[in-house]
Every structure is written in structure tokens, then in C-alpha cells.
């Protein structure tokens, strides 16, 4: 067996693992009893959800992120990093029939999503009020992810990082439920009810 079948085939035990250890914490999460909203709608939830997962998350929405506009920015180009590394993955098997030009794309996302995730760090590290908030879990995550993307922009660079690129892929797809990044299963969900909830009480929307 190659060594490139071999991280393939870790990555899918890992992916599968992942995908046991979200269903357990979305399992929990639902299992907690919801409150009857008692009070009389005033508006349609419907708009207050969609304005959460849309106009919501615009910069100018949030008094946070209207105040710290380039921390946002930052952030943004980490998740679409994120979100590019991930569809490396995807089509890593496929990297020699890819043509150069989408080469080329995965390099730069990966790569911006590594600087921000990079710059994330030194953030928590620098700022003395970020410092104060962050745990040994927030550093571990935003680290392993950083890594994870460095990782995917050396594929891009190099096929020959393919089972470097496994390897941090398979790592970070087990650490998703057991650390903060499994934020990306909550996030949904937080979103959801804030919109309906507001939406109801004709506040959003």
C-alpha cells in the first residue's frame, strides 16, 4: 500500500470519527429541553432567521465588529481559508489532473488562511485583553488550524506534501469534536435561535 492510500485511508477513519463525535455533541445539544416562547409573536421568525444568516453577519450589523473592522476582516479570510483547505482535501486525489490555474487558487486561499489564522495567534499573544479571555483550548485550536492550512497551501506547492497534508488533515478532523472548533456545529444553531427569537418580537428582519 502506498503512502498516499495509507494517509487516505486515515483521513477517512478520522472523517468518520468526526463525524461520530459531532453527532454525539449535536445529540446532547438537542436532548436539552427549549422553553415556549410565552410571549405573542409581533413578527415572522422566518425574517428574523434570515436576516441572521445574511445582512446579520455583515460588518456594520455589530457595534463589535464596526469598532475592530480589520480584526473581522481577519477573521474572514481564516474561515475562507478554512473552507478552502477543506475542499483541498476533496480533490487531493485528483491533484495531478488539475489544471494550474486552479493550482494556483487553492495556493493563495490556503495561504491567506494560514496568515490569518497566523496573525490570530499573535493577537491572542500581543493583546493583553485577549490574553486575559483565551484558554489553553482557544491557542489549540486556532494553532492546529493555522498548521492544518500551512499544510494544505505545502500540497498545493508540492504534491510530494500530500501525506504531510493527510496527516494534519486526519489530526484536525478528530480534534473538531473534543476542542472549540466544534463551534462550527453550535454556530448554526446559535444563529437560528437569535433570529427567530428577535424575528418573533418584530426586532429583526
Known amino acids: ?87 483541498s482535501l476533496i480533490v487531493s486525489p485528483w491533484r495531478h489532473a488539475l489544471p494550474p490555474t486552479l493550482a494556483q487558487v487553492g495556493l493563495g486561499l490556503t495561504l491567506m488562511g494560514a496568515l490569518g489564522g497566523l496573525i490570530g495567534v499573535l493577537m491572542r499573544i500581543l493583546d493583553e485583553r485577549l490574553r486575559a479571555l483565551s484558554h489553553p483550548d482557544d491557542y489549540a485550536a486556532v494553532v492546529l488550524v493555522t498548521a492544518w492550512q500551512a499544510a494544505g497551501t505545502a500540497f498545493w506547492a508540492d504534491p510530494g506534501a500530500l501525506p504531510f497534508f493527510y496527516g494534519l488533515s486526519a489530526l484536525t478532523l478528530v480534534a473538531i469534536p473534543l476542542t472549540k472548533i466544534r463551534h462550527c456545529l453550535y454556530f448554526f444553531f446559535s444563529r437560528f435561535f437569535f433570529g427567530r427569537f428577535y424575528g418573533r418580537r418584530a426586532v429583526l428582519g
Open 1 to 87: 500500500m502506498s503512502t498516499t492510500a495509507l494517509g487516505g485511508g486515515i483521513v477517512l477513519i478520522a472523517l468518520a470519527l468526526c463525524g461520530v463525535g459531532l453527532g454525539w455533541r449535536l445529540r446532547r445539544l438537542l436532548a436539552h429541553p427549549s422553553r415556549p416562547d410565552r410571549a405573542p409573536p409581533r413578527g415572522a421568525a422566518w425574517r428574523g432567521i434570515l436576516y441572521a444568516f445574511t445582512w446579520g453577519m455583515m460588518p456594520w450589523a455589530k457595534e463589535s465588529t464596526r469598532r475592530h473592522f480589520l480584526p473581522y476582516v481577519r477573521g474572514v479570510l481564516f474561515h475562507i481559508g478554512i473552507f478552502a483547505t477543506f475542499a
